[in-house]
């Protein structure tokens, strides 16, 4: 399996634009997890999906911020409007639900850097 | 309210210089407790799952231990491929997973 695969990398923008950040979780897992690093407050959870349906997202910071798991295998996290403060690395991550060895054991990918001028 | 906190936040170690990196942590519900590496610029990386007090965990110069308040990770004779920042996570039943700690950013010097 290719792990958890993020796109893009990185990402400069302007303020007031609108973000798009993609995430292919590993096949076979049934969670899904939005994180946002910054050297301040290190990772927060933002939202995470169950068999595709969110379950909290108390931890998106505002409603600039939304997130979409339409399938199995394809999560979108969105700001619009994008602003300097939301500048960060943003880590998706997934996990199988359940029992058993390797469950609940988050696998991360490589992250998607976000500037915002 | 659930906290996971980290510490020294920075440490520096000699080649060979073992020491143990502490993750106190305070949830109404554990169900698991983490350890990941993280190197610069990737994501953390998975390394031990411990959910008992009086679990142990080895892999190569780690060990992980767990108390009922309290996780230590163990470098024995670290090298300087051990540099990186090590992260631990709580897994609670109280419905926000994964409360993550800012972690300790280890430096190993040759």
């Known amino acids: 399996d290719a792990g958890v695969i993020q796109s893009p990398r990185h990402e400069v923008t302007e303020m007031g634009q609108e973000v798009t950040l993609r995430c292919k979780p590993i096949s076979g897992h049934n969670s899904l997890f939005w994180y946002r690093q910054t050297m301040m407050r290190g990772l927060e959870l933002l939202i995470y999906?169950?068999?595709?349906?969110?379950?909290?997202d108390s931890g998106m910071p505002e409603d600039r911020f939304s997130a979409k798991m339409p399938n199995a295998s394809f999560s979108t996290l969105k700001i619009q409007p994008s602003e300097p403060r939301d500048s960060a690395v943003y880590f998706c991550?997934?996990?199988?639900?359940?029992f058993g060895a390797g469950a609940n054991v988050l696998t991360f990918g490589a992250g998607s850097r976000l500037t915002v001028l | 309210e659930d906290q996971v906190t980290q510490s020294p936040e920075a440490l520096r170690l000699q080649e060979g210089e073992s020491s143990s990196l502490n993750c106190s942590y305070t949830?109404?519900?554990?169900?698991?407790l983490f350890w990941y590496r993280q190197d610069p610029g990737k994501g953390p990386e998975f390394l031990f799952t411990l959910y008992s007090a009086g679990e142990e965990k080895e892999k190569e110069r780690l060990k992980a231990t767990l108390t009922k308040k309290e996780s230590f990770l163990h470098i024995t004779a670290p090298k300087p491929e051990d540099s990186a920042t090590y992260l631990c996570a709580v897994d609670s039943n109280t419905g926000n997973q994964f409360y993550f700690g800012t972690g300790t950013s280890l430096t190993v010097i040759p």
């Open positions: 949830v109404s519900g554990l169900r698991g």
């Open positions: 991550a997934s996990s199988r639900q359940g």
């Open positions: 999906f169950n068999n595709n349906v969110p379950i909290d």
